[in-house]
């Protein structure tokens, strides 16, 4: 049986094979594709390295493996062996990623390689149904959503952290006072990706378009608020956003939703979303 390689950190030579694989699955590959559209291959300029597994020809064939090493490590595929390179070259350093993220059988492949020095993980959710959308949303949207302002940033917030700790289980406003999590959030408003329904100058649903590729755009973050939830406003906003995607910006709307999240599974297929993967996340 063969056996791949070492992983190695991919540099501009490999832009073309890189590119080729990520658009085997635009869906699944959307937040790496983000990056390495408008960075290329350059670690400093993408905010983290590339690592492939070649095949038999090197730098002239397929990537066989092909993984995103940065603030979350995104095994995009491999084989048993070229996970194990990227857990080779995972555990050469401390751990700096706060998850592993991207399709299951990639998650869970690399995690039983680096589950020995890097666990026990904080969580394993080894199941989330990738979902995308390509047409005209099933239901009508909400037209009371819109693009949030960059001077509704302090109105807005507070449901974005809301959010974080019912989705995420931590506070992202731990360790720097939440400087980092207002930045990020900031940046999302400041690019037209964050939306909201305001009521009475409060947040009653939210979402934003975290990854957006040439092809895709990929819905995180939906919330409704505590005492809203039950009257449609999410299936209605996910809508809004979705067709936001699909007719404004030309991209396939994606996201993806733990499989144990009935409520949100059944919101979603109400939409007209369908599952075209399967993710999985390894929280630290």
């Known amino acids: 049986m063969l056996r791949l390689a070492g992983a190695r950190l991919l540099d501009d030579k490999d832009y073309p094979a890189v590119r080729a694989a990520l658009a085997a699955d635009p869906v699944g590959s959307c ?8 960075a290329g291959l350059d670690p400093w300029r993408l905010g983290g390295e590339l690592w492939g597994a070649d095949g038999r020809h090197g730098r002239t064939g397929e990537l066989r493996g092909l993984c995103f090493s940065g603030p979350n490590l995104i095994p995009l595929r491999g084989n048993a062996a070229a996970l194990r390179s990227f857990a080779d070259r995972a555990l050469r350093k401390h751990r700096t990623c706060s998850s592993l993220v991207g399709p299951a059988d990639q998650v869970l492949g690399l995690w039983d390689e680096l589950a020995a020095e890097w666990g026990p993980a904080r969580e394993v959710r080894a199941d989330q149904p990738l979902m995308a959308l390509d047409r005209q949303p099933a239901l009508p949207a909400d037209r009371l959503v819109r693009p949030v302002r960059p ?7 507070p449901a974005a952290i809301s959010m974080f700790l019912e989705e995420v289980g931590v506070d992202p406003r731990a360790g720097d006072g939440g400087a980092g999590y207002r930045a990020r959030v900031a940046e999302l408003i400041a690019g037209g990706r964050a939306f909201a329904r305001f009521e009475n100058g409060e947040v009653v649903f939210k979402a934003e378009i975290g990854a957006l590729s040439e ?46 999240n009935a409520p949100a599974l059944t919101v979603y297929r109400k939409v007209g979303f ?8 390894v929280l630290f």
Do not use: C, F, K
């Open 215 to 260: 092809s895709v755009g990929q819905i995180q973050g939906v919330w409704v608020h505590p005492d809203r939830r039950g009257e449609g406003l999410g299936a209605a906003g996910t809508a809004a956003v979705a067709a936001r995607l699909v007719h404004g910006m030309g991209r396939i709307a994606s996201l993806y939703v733990n499989a144990y």
């Open 151 to 157: 001077t509704e940033l302090e109105r807005y917030l």
């Open 31 to 38: 937040m790496v594709s983000a990056r390495v559209e408008v």
């Open 274 to 281: 369908r599952q075209v993967g399967r993710y999985a996340t």
